[in-house]
């Protein structure tokens, strides 16, 4: 499943990975080069809001400050973990970089 890191530094999940977050929020951490994000429980929770981007379901997390600086923008092919819980996407870029 691709997402994708803008240059702004939102983190862009297409409708198909966005279900995994069900009540719109997450939390994040950085973890052995890979930003982790996990779903919250509930919505009082508290973390990150996934904003809705458009009719389809699409959804964006704003991720910058908890990115590395060296971090590029693009997109990124990542997956779910159901041990941990977490959609994992690798922060380095592949030397064939992916297209959207």
Same mark, same amino acid.
């Not at 458009?54 to 973990?81: C, I, K, M, Y």
């Given at each position: 499943?691709?997402?994708?890191?803008?240059?702004?530094?939102?983190?862009?999940?297409?409708?198909?990975?966005?279900?995994?977050?069900?009540?719109?929020?997450?939390?994040? /951490?950085?973890?052995?080069? $890979?930003?982790?994000?996990?779903?919250?429980?509930?919505?009082? %929770?508290? *973390?990150? +809001?996934?904003?809705?981007?458009?009719?389809?379901?699409?959804?964006?997390?704003?991720?910058?400050?908890? /990115?590395?600086?060296?971090? $590029?923008?693009?997109?990124?092919?990542?997956?779910?973990?159901? %041990?941990? *819980?977490? +959609?994992?996407?690798?922060?380095?870029?592949?030397?064939?970089?992916?297209?959207?």
């Amino acid at each position: 499943m691709r997402v994708e890191i803008t240059p702004s530094g939102y983190l862009v999940l297409p409708a198909e990975v966005a279900f995994r977050f069900p009540t719109g929020t997450a939390i994040a /951490l950085v973890r052995d080069g $890979e930003l982790w994000l996990m779903p919250v429980n509930h919505p009082g %929770g508290g *973390g990150l +809001l996934l904003k809705i981007r458009n009719p389809r379901g699409d959804r964006s997390v704003l991720v910058q400050e908890l /990115l590395p600086e060296a971090t $590029e923008p693009g997109v990124r092919e990542a997956f779910w973990d159901e %041990g941990a *819980g977490a +959609l994992r996407i690798p922060l380095a870029r592949p030397a064939h970089a992916l297209r959207p």
